[in-house]
């Protein structure tokens, strides 16, 4: 069964930074593009990052880009989001899924990771 278990959320300043990890199982994770979605309050769930399983190209909605930055490690099983110069619309729930820009890949998610930028 395909698991997602996303961490690594908190509650930081404006301008701080924090380092997402989504640990994955379930399924050949070297063979899937690997997503993070983010949902704020009273919002629709919204595509954040995306990369890809073969080059690992990368691609990022335009609130985020400069900002964010998604990675994985095959061998770990892990994506990753470094969130840099963190504003407060980026609060959020936070998840990753399977997939690429085309929509997420499984229909199940995660419990996600609250992410709350605050002074």
């Known amino acids: 069964q395909v698991q997602l278990v996303e961490s690594g959320g908190g509650l930081v300043q404006p301008g701080g930074s924090l380092r997402l990890s989504c640990a994955a199982s379930?399924?050949?994770?070297?063979?899937?593009?690997m997503s993070w979605y983010r949902q704020a309050p009273g919002k629709e769930r919204e595509l954040v990052a995306v990369?890809?399983?073969?080059?690992?190209?990368?691609n990022y909605a335009d609130s985020v880009k400069g900002r964010f930055t998604i990675s994985r490690d095959n061998a770990k099983n892990t994506v990753y989001l470094q969130m840099n110069s963190l504003k407060p619309e980026d609060t959020a729930v936070y998840y990753c899924?399977?997939?690429?820009?085309?929509?997420?890949?499984?229909?199940?998610w995660g419990q996600g990771t609250q992410v709350t930028v605050s002074s």
């Open positions: 990369i890809t399983s073969a080059s690992g190209s990368t």
């Open positions: 379930g399924f050949t994770f070297s063979r899937h593009a």
């Open positions: 899924n399977l997939g690429g820009i085309k929509g997420p890949g499984h229909p199940g």
